[in-house]
């Protein structure tokens, strides 16, 4: 199993950056997808999360209409769209895959920094 997520970088505030992580090695269109942050100093939490069969998103509230999750099965990937890019919006990135707790799988994270 991997899941390889890059696009992170360095983007001014206001910026915008779009992550992917592209998975392998098991059947991506039966998992639930997810993005997660660690903020440095601070505990990992969900940005935001993509059901299957991406009918079903939801997003944590600090970035609600900034941010857009989506997927591609055709591709075994799942992207982040971020906009309006704030300073607390800086982390490593992480991409998870999720059928159950058997079956939880973590990339190894994409830095984010915002700074002008």
């Known amino acids: 199993v991997q899941l390889v997520e890059s696009g992170g970088g360095l983007v001014q505030p206001g910026g915008s950056l779009r992550l992917s992580c592209a998975a392998s090695?098991?059947?991506?269109?039966?998992?639930?997808m997810s993005w997660h942050r660690r903020a440095p100093g601070k505990e990992r939490e969900l940005v935001a999360r993509i059901s299957s069969a991406a009918d079903s998103t939801n997003y944590a509230d600090s970035v609600k209409g900034r941010f857009t999750i989506s997927r591609d099965n055709a591709k075994n990937t799942v992207y982040l769209q971020m906009s309006s890019l704030k300073p607390e919006d800086t982390g490593v990135y992480y991409c998870?895959?999720?059928?159950?707790?058997?079956?939880?799988?973590w990339g190894q994270g994409t830095q984010v920094t915002v700074s002008s």
């Open positions: 998870n895959a999720y059928y159950g707790s058997w079956n939880d799988y």
């Open positions: 090695g098991f059947t991506f269109s039966s998992y639930a």
